[in-house]
């Protein structure tokens, strides 16, 4: 039994010790800043919170077992967000009478509509109700939340911890990043508020604190650490969650995840678990929030837009492009005319390495950076241009709200076209695993490719080296090693000079968009 208790009393110990160091650790950071003034405007508190300033002063945790103190300080400013939406039935005005007239289904649908709806009448409109958290940012009364908690709302409401019910207006929502500002109508009184914090400065395996209404239990937390930074759940390049195993669930959504010094520094929005109270659980940067802010106030969010297309840096076009091991960044594939990208001298082929001296290690990376730019803003673009760097200056343009680069397809034809003849072509054509043709105007029209420059694919090995490396028949082969192509023996010629084992580097059109393609050569 001692034993027991010394070994409880060790381990109580020694949590109390790692607590003590992630909110005594970073002290040294400085002192907390004071909270604003109430005559302060919500705009200015917002280009603040922009600039990276907190609102009121981060809570002090003692360095003890426990995590009361912090709780204690920080759920007043969580809320309780419920919402209702309207949409129109369109099975409006369907009456079943006596032995389903009306559109048949008799006695045992009319119980159902009596049970659900009280009336055997479909109602013209149908009543939807989401739950949701949410946590108040300034005495003004903004609170920010998930996209989804509100979207489409008609009508919300927001319970305080006080016990207040407060109707509320949504601000300014970004789908892309399921983030929302909504503002409490008719404030009385002093609202509670957090601070927030700087997510970038996470570390995993840092401890967090999730507050909110998980499944209409209010004011519930739950504790636990960041197992993972910059997860991805929907292939959108704006996705940037937190990954934690603080326990959330159905109705956290909107709230607040906070480190251990009482500062905001995520908003949880998503689960992945198999059943209820374990799982995965995803929250959006706090600092995401912030960039979007003074957006938000405006009721809109507005993304950068370059005009390009870009794509991974692979190994394998890392050696095509002959660029040093180990290069990191992302390939522009194609640019598109008339865009910001095309006036500031970007071209296909160029690698992109750094926005405004940030570093950019992948095409997401660049693309989330360049959508956090407000159209108009201008940026400067680092790119390898073979063995030079160039810095690039662009004027960002506004994201369309729906993307107009498609990449377009065509369906093969039976037969194999042209087939060159001679040892040369041959030999090269093997290398790559297959046979192409000249691209004829007329070709060229029926494909609805733009030009008469370059090769025709009319036949793909299905276990070639272009196969494998996406090259399919119609494609229009444009370069070879950054090399124009105008004829079938000059891309033969090229091939048939390299060694198996060797990358080439095609440039290849399908449709309108054009992109560079590595095969690594087969054959003899």
Known sequence: MRRHAITHGIVALAFAVALGCAVDGRADAGPAPQAPTSQETGKQLWREAAQGVAAPAAAVVPAQASLGPLIKQLKPAVVNISSTTVVKNPHRGLRRGPGGGGGGGGDEEDQLLERFFGQREMPEELKGTSLGSGFVINEDGYVLTNNHVVKDATDIKVRLADG???DAKIVGRDSATDVALIKLQKVSGKLPTVALGDSDALDQGDYVLAIG????????????????????LTGSPYDDFLQTDAAINQGNSGGPLFNMKGEVVGINTAIISPQIGSG????????LAKQLMPQLLKGKVARGFLGVVVSELSPELVQGFGLKEGTKGALVQSVQPNSPASKAGIQAGDVVVAVNGKPVETSTQLTRTVSAVAPGGKVTLTVLRGKEKKDLQ???AQR?????IGRGET?????EGEQGQGGARKQGEEKLGIRVAPLTPQIARELGVPGDKGVLVVLVSPDGPAASSGIRRNDVILEVNRQALTSV????SSIGKMKTGQVALLRVLRGQQAVFVPVKLGGK
């Not at 995965?280 to 600092?287: D, E, H, K, L, S």
């Open 164 to 166: 207040r019910e407060l």
């Open 213 to 232: 209404s998980p499944l209409g239990f209010r004011e519930s937390a739950t504790f636990g650490i960041v197992s993972a930074k910059d997860r991805q």
């Open 280 to 287: 995965i659980g995803f929250a959006v940067p706090i600092n």
């Open 394 to 396: 662009a004027l960002v």
């Open 400 to 404: 369309p709200d729906e993307e107009a």
């Open 411 to 415: 369906a093969p034809e039976e037969g």
């Open 489 to 492: 023996d000059q891309l033969v």
